[in-house]
């Protein structure tokens, strides 16, 4: 049997000899590989996965100190190494081709396409499609922005306890002159704390040491919230001078 030399189609293929369908998780995943090959979960590794040779067979290494939804994605993107090296075929652009290969996998293109097609840039849909496939609301994203036209950015807020602040642990799809740019100001915790109420809001931000209003669709559980950005305020955000530069800064 041959490999397709299309990522998605190799990956819909393996889906169904193995029968599986998301969402994915570890174990599954483990499951599989092992019924030929080796897998070690291994705190030490610094990269999230690697192949190796192992014996007359192949091992996999995965790291379990990475959250779940990660494991799983390393897990596809490893079977995809796999899969090309038992076949005997090189990829000019293998990363490349692993990454779509899991993201096939994990997210297949039918699926993604029924749960966000039909509603463009809604941030219920994309809960939706992160639940069904078991993957994290950035990496659902950034497979809806690449097979429906997305064009939302999303931020990623999380509530530090200790310090009872909301600090951004994530920006998905935002220009990379702003991901060191934009914070939290203090009122934009009232209304992250409303948001099981809340749908649309105006999120209270800075850039630099400017507040701007960032109008946002809300959706969160626990100490966790997600702010769907559309591309118009983004760039509106992003035109925003960085008045941080050459500010002095205040003594005491
Ligand atoms: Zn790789």
């Not at 000899?17 to 090959?37: A, Q, W």
């Not at 379990?64 to 038992?86: G, K, M, N, V, Y």
């Not at 992003?238 to 530069?245: I, R």
Request: with cysteine; hydrophobic share 40%.
């Amino acid at each position: 049997m041959t490999l397709p030399e299309w990522s998605e189609a190799a990956a819909a293929g393996f889906a169904n000899r193995h029968s599986l369908r998301p969402p994915l998780s570890p174990e599954l995943l483990v499951g599989v590989i092992e019924r030929h090959h080796r897998v070690c979960l291994d705190p030490t590794l610094i990269e999230d996965g690697r192949l190796d040779l192992d014996g007359d067979g192949w091992r996999v290494s995965v790291n379990p100190r990475r959250p779940r939804s990660r494991q799983t994605f390393t897990l596809a993107h490893e079977i995809a190494h796999l899969l090309l090296a038992t076949h005997g075929v090189t990829q000019d652009d293998e990363e490349l081709w692993c990454n779509d290969f899991a993201a096939e996998l994990l997210m297949p293109r039918s699926l993604v396409e029924r749960i966000c097609r039909p509603y463009f840039e809604d941030i219920g849909q994309l809960r939706h499609l992160s639940h069904a496939a078991g993957v994290s609301m950035s990496a659902a994203l950034i497979r809806v922005r690449n097979l429906c036209e997305w064009r939302s950015g999303l931020l990623t807020f999380e509530f530090l306890k200790q310090e009872r602040r909301w600090i951004i642990s994530g920006i998905t799809a935002f220009p990379s002159n702003l991901k060191n740019r934009i914070f939290t100001s203090d009122s934009c915790g009232e209304v992250l704390q409303r948001s099981s109420t809340l749908r649309i809001a105006r999120l209270p931000m800075t850039i630099g040491a400017r507040p701007v209003s960032v109008r946002v669709q809300l959706s969160g559980d626990g100490s966790r919230r997600f702010a769907l950005v559309s591309p118009s305020e983004i760039s509106k955000v992003a035109a925003q001078p960085n008045s941080n530069y050459g500010r002095p800064i205040a003594p005491g």
